[in-house]
């Protein structure tokens, strides 16, 4: 899930929205201003009530977003790389590059997202008692009534063992913890997500048909996506274990097509691309002894294309690239299975591999797809007296 629309960086962690926000946005100020408060208070003005529900479902995102930032605080500290943090339809998801190094750390980054959702529900009950007794505007109490319900729903919902719900990740560090294999405590809390899932389901479509449409709908839809999340974690766990043993090294496309930071667009567009069919090339700096480039960034074909024909000539490399800072970068030893999480579709997410500050790969998608190709092959079909991943 990629953000639609970029909100900045928020305690150094790149924070965006998806456009599906503005439905579950929407839903939430309209079910607020013309149900629940109206129902509950009548007599005000509509304006008052589209006033006090707009503000409530802006402090229901921004706790939705202290929860996300919640994980993301926390995962740093314990190493464990973020890339960002994005608001969708159905509440927030915070990437990460790579995997908890151990249950404990697993245990903390996952079970601090629900902690603060119950904190801030906790926080919201005072501060509605607190306005009662000062007897403020009973709409405005209203709302920080709903919005203590719904983060402490929140936390309860996400502390469920099943993946992809931080339960899920509670439940799999302590299968973790228990049996020392991460893999298996992935697939069971994987087994778990898509149980629960299923269950959701059934009760969403029980609800339609007893009445309950537009909420038996969403129920199952959430269940759904539940299903479907835990599936791919399930696959994901069966895939590392193929890849287990595999280094990046092993797996890369070895010397990748360079361009020099210097070139101008003009040059890349009737020259490199002429020569070869990639869509993402490394961007390095050539070192005046002759040396290999150092690695400064990465460039694909759109970005080059986007630049206007009268602005490419005098247009390099250097000030279309995406910087290596945004870019991943693993080294050849790493273990292949430790960077499946950082692999993505697309031309900008392509992983530079590099030793000692010089380029010497490229990882993507298709080469991790041939190696598991590979490797099955292999297993179907082992070669007499054996074979080892780095055979």
């Known amino acids: 899930m990629r953000a639609t629309f970029p909100l900045g960086r928020i305690m150094g962690v790149k924070v965006g929205v998806h456009w599906s926000v503005l439905l579950i946005f ?21 304006a008052l009530y589209t006033l006090i529900g707009l503000i409530t479902a802006v402090v229901f995102f921004v706790s939705l977003l202290a929860h996300e930032l919640a994980h993301a605080v926390v995962a740093r500290r314990n190493g464990v790389g973020v890339d960002d943090i994005v608001l969708w339809l159905l509440g927030g998801a915070t990437r990460i590059r790579t995997e908890a190094p151990d249950p404990g750390a697993e245990l903390r980054i996952a079970g601090v997202g629900p902690l603060v959702s119950l904190i801030l529900g906790g926080a919201f009950a005072l501060l509605a008692w607190l306005l009662d007794a000062l007897s403020a505007s009973a709409l405005v109490v209203e709302g920080a009534v709903w919005l203590a319900a719904i983060n402490i729903l929140l936390a309860v919902f996400n502390a469920v063992p099943a993946a992809p719900l ?18 298996r405590a992935m697939e069971g809390a994987a087994r778990a997500g898509q149980v629960f899932g299923w269950v959701l389901v059934g009760l969403g479509l029980f609800s339609f048909l007893w009445g309950a449409a537009f909420g038996g709908l969403w129920l199952a839809l959430i269940g759904w996506f539940l299903v479907m999340a835990a599936s791919a974690e399930g696959r994901q766990a069966r895939l590392r274990e193929v ?79 995406q910087p290596l800072a945004e870019t991943r970068v693993v080294a050849p030893g790493d273990p292949l299975a430790d960077v499946l999480p950082q692999l993505e579709p697309g031309a900008s997410r392509r992983i530079l591999v590099v030793e000692d500050g010089v380029l010497v790969g490229v990882l993507s998608p298709s080469d991790v797809s041939r190696m598991v190709g590979v490797l099955t092959a292999r297993q179907q079909h082992p070669a007499p007296g054996g074979w080892g991943a780095g055979g």
């Open 26 to 46: 929407a839903l939430i100020a309209f079910g607020l201003a013309a149900g629940r408060l109206p129902e509950d208070h009548p007599g005000r003005s509509w």
């Open 243 to 321: 890849l287990a043993g595999v280094s990046v090294e092993q797996t890369m496309s070895h010397a990748p097509v360079t361009v020099p930071a210097g070139l101008s667009v003009r040059e890349f567009l009737e020259d490199v691309l002429m020569r070869s069919r990639h869509s993402a090339f490394p961007v390095v700096e050539v070192v005046p002894e002759g040396g290999p480039g150092r690695p400064v960034g990465l460039v694909t074909l759109e970005r080059a294309g986007q630049v206007p024909r009268d602005g490419r000539e005098s247009t390099t490399m250097a000030e279309i690239m």
């Open 166 to 183: 931080d339960g899920g990740r509670l439940l799999r560090a302590y299968l973790w913890w228990r049996g020392g294999d991460r893999l």
